[in-house]
């Protein structure tokens, strides 16, 4: 019996049919920071992720504990969700995927169950595995039929409209479309997506490495960052005589960059940054995108490298001990190339790296990154993954409990 079991078992008894759900972290190797400005973008699941044992409940109530943080959550799923229903725990993404679901669902089924995540919290995107894997629970046991797109769509809506972070659909779209040794290349406008096999004849791991700093999106600068993007939209769009929409509904994507050129020059400098790293982001990716398909994967890990110093000195986000591990992966042999994952705030550093070399990666890189920062000797980690398939459900026999 293993810990989610052991768990499940100690909080609610015997059960019937019970099922698994496992929803993979993501990483983006490039594409960054420009899904919400409907940017080009790309990226891979890890077999890393969220694994979930759950139980349908025919009272409609959530019932959900978290090995990884504390407190039992209940709340109806039967009855309307609102915002005021946040209430600031990892609790609020299970509400906000009801939430999200209940705007075109009648749910009558709940869940109890248990969830826990293999990897610390920052930049692997295990708030998208949560909801994703929440939505596709929530469907199963209330026999929805949604497609892909749905999922990824109603787990947005649930973090941007519920949770109050302003992001695209990338990290949602890795967790569910990506397949194993095969590149996401999405179109955040249309949701145009291929998947595209690797055909290079060097192999390679992804490297996560944890900083050891903690951090929590809706308190940095991530919201600020999307509204300059688009600010510097909204400004070059006024010069040039376009029509404007709100504020909140103006992407870059919407800007043609000559039309940018003309004016960047007009606007403060901030903004204007932004938008150069959105541009040349966009041009990586589709770059990045022919070098995968060439198998030319020393070429997609410079653009990596690339992409990470338009994070630092376009977009401006990052952090010392962030730009200290892209500075040490630079120098380190058997790193392809590498860039700050997710939002970039503290978080965490990936990495495309040749399996022959882990062991040699992980001690260099510790102990460069160690004698700078001995205060993370607790909390820094570094983990070797392959690719993997999008989130899934499974369902167990009693007897295979």
Not at 82 to 92: A, S
Not at 146 to 159: D, F, G, P, R, T
Not at 270 to 277: D, G, M, N, T, V
Not at 350 to 371: F, N, Q
Request: proline share 3%.
């Amino acid at each position: 019996m293993d810990e989610l079991q052991k768990t499940f078992c100690q909080l609610f008894g015997e059960t019937g049919k019970t099922f698994r759900v496992f929803a993979p972290y993501r990483v983006c190797p490039l594409g960054a920071h420009v899904d919400h400005q409907h940017g080009l973008v790309s990226g891979f699941a890890i077999n890393s992720g969220i694994d979930f044992l759950l139980a349908p409940t025919d009272t409609g109530r959530i019932e959900m504990a978290s090995l990884s943080f504390s407190g039992l959550m209940t709340f109806a799923a039967d009855r309307p969700i609102g915002l005021d229903d946040r209430q600031g725990n990892w609790g609020d993404y299970l509400r906000g995927a009801v939430y999200a679901l209940q705007a075109d669902f009648t749910l009558r089924r709940g869940l109890r169950g248990v969830i826990k995540g293999s990897m610390p919290i920052g930049g692997v995107s295990s708030s998208a595995a949560l909801l994703c894997g929440m939505v596709m629970a929530l469907a199963e046991v209330n026999e929805l039929s949604l497609s892909k797109m749905q999922v990824i769509n109603y787990a947005s809506v649930a973090e941007r409209m519920f949770v109050g972070l302003n992001n695209g659909i990338l990290d949602q779209a890795c967790v569910v479309l990506c397949e194993k040794d095969k590149l996401l290349f999405l179109d955040t406008e249309t949701s145009d997506y291929k998947l595209i096999p690797y055909t290079g004849c060097r192999q390679f791991k992804v490297a996560v490495i944890f900083s050891g700093v903690t951090r929590k999106l809706t308190g940095t600068d991530y919201n600020l960052r999307v509204s300059e993007c688009r600010t510097a939209a909204w400004i070059a769009q006024a010069y040039n005589g376009d029509r404007l929409k709100e504020l909140q509904d103006t992407r870059l994507r919407d800007l043609p960059q000559a039309i940018f050129h003309q004016y960047d020059g007009n606007m403060p400098e901030r903004f204007a940054r932004r938008a150069r790293h959105f541009y040349s982001e966009c041009e990586r990716v589709e770059r990045g995108v022919e070098a995968w398909k060439r198998g030319d994967i020393e070429s997609f890990g410079q653009l990596m490298f690339e992409s990470c110093d338009s994070s630092r000195y376009q977009y401006e986000c990052g952090s010392e001990e962030l730009c200290a591990l892209e500075d040490i992966a630079r120098e380190t042999d058997g790193i392809y190339g590498g860039r700050f994952s997710g939002a970039g705030f503290k978080g965490a550093f990936i990495a495309l790296a040749d399996p022959a070399k882990t062991e040699s990666i992980r001690g260099h890189v510790a102990e460069k990154y160690l004698a700078r920062f001995p205060k993370y000797r607790d909390s820094f980690a570094m983990f070797f993954c392959d690719t993997c398939d999008g989130v899934s459900v499974a369902e167990i026999a009693p007897n295979n409990q």
